[in-house]
């Protein structure tokens, strides 16, 4: 059976287990809405500062995985005890913060120097190539378009986005499962290759998980 992680954040009988599902739909949906409270439930329910740090990078990373996989369409050539659910597209996207959380934070990845680290050398990589579809320019500004609308105060992009790669980035950043066909086909006609449409979703996606461990941490306080 699937389980719904908000049936698990509501109702499963052990406390530490409910904290964590419930962090980990928060930092999928709203990580702006985190707050000191949020941060003082999921101590009284057992987790310490670095099980949050945890909780917070691994939800955000697998909100990566998924956006890669919902971006391919690859099926699995594998046989699975849980096949994974049907996506429903008519899902609305999911919402964007109302404005940026400025506060300081208190819970840093440095306190997690192995996963600083790794999340720091995937970033550097991705983020400075430079390959003729999506310049670093570009790069810079899909980054910043998307870290504004996950609440991480950013410079706002330095030229707005060409609308095919809006469009794109939107459906990546927001509602990756209504990703189909028909939302590469803009960009293909205008000679967009697999590996540059790929890079552009890659790009993305790993904005998503920058942004939203920063302003998760932040909300948190």
């Known amino acids: 059976m699937t389980i719904d992680p908000r049936a698990v954040a509501a109702r499963w009988p052990d406390a530490r287990r409910r904290a964590l599902a419930a ?12 707050d000191g409270a949020a941060r003082a439930a999921l101590a009284a329910a057992g987790l310490d500062d670095d099980a949050v740090l945890h909780a917070v990078a691994l939800a955000a990373y697998f909100g990566h995985l ?5 971006a ?12 994974p659910p049907a996506t429903e597209p ?11 959380v400025t506060r300081a934070a208190t819970l840093t ?10 999340l720091a050398a995937w970033t550097d990589d991705l983020f400075a190539r430079d390959p003729a579809y999506l310049p670093r320019a570009t790069r810079a500004d ?25 469009a ?10 209504q990703l189909a066909d028909a939302s590469f086909a803009a960009l293909r006609a205008r000679g967009w290759d697999d590996a540059a449409l790929f890079d552009l979703c890659a790009v993305t996606s790993t904005a998503t998980v920058t942004a939203r ?9």
């Open 23 to 34: 962090l980990t739909v928060t930092v999928t949906e709203a990580p702006w809405t985190l």
């Open 72 to 83: 391919t369409g690859v099926p699995l050539d594998y046989a699975v005890t849980t096949p």
């Open 66 to 70: 998924n956006r890669i996989a919902d």
């Open 90 to 100: 008519a899902v609305p996207p999911l919402a964007t913060a109302p404005a940026p």
């Open 168 to 177: 794109l980035v939107a459906l990546v950043a927001l509602a990756p499962w």
């Open 142 to 166: 899909v980054i910043a378009t998307v870290a504004a609308w996950l609440g991480a105060p950013t410079a706002p992009p330095a030229a707005p986005l060409d609308p095919d790669v809006h």
């Open 213 to 221: 461990i920063d302003v998760a941490l932040r909300a948190l306080g």
């Open 109 to 118: 990845l440095a306190q997690r120097p192995a996963t600083a680290a790794a």
